[in-house]
């Protein structure tokens, strides 16, 4: 397994995270599309209302 570090801390805003798979495609002969395979990804994070008391409003929906 690969581990990754960002250069630098990432904010993450309503529980969303992107990420880009770049190299290691592999072209399937059958339908002649393109393909990454992943096994495991996994992001680990902080929620800021521990460090800064803020309390996530009713309406907000993760």
């Known amino acids: 397994?690969?581990?990754?570090?960002l250069p630098h801390s990432v904010l993450c805003?309503?529980?969303?995270?992107?990420?880009?798979?770049?190299g290691r495609?592999?072209?399937d002969t059958f339908d002649g599309l393109y393909y990454i395979c992943v096994?495991?990804?996994q992001i680990v994070g902080k929620p800021l209302a521990e460090?800064?008391?803020v309390a996530p409003s009713k309406n907000d929906v993760l």
């Open 39 to 41: 096994s495991h990804a």
């Open 1 to 5: 397994m690969q581990s990754f570090k």
């Open 51 to 53: 460090d800064f008391g």
């Open 13 to 22: 805003i309503g529980g969303v995270v992107k990420i880009e798979l770049l």
């Open 25 to 27: 495609v592999h072209k």
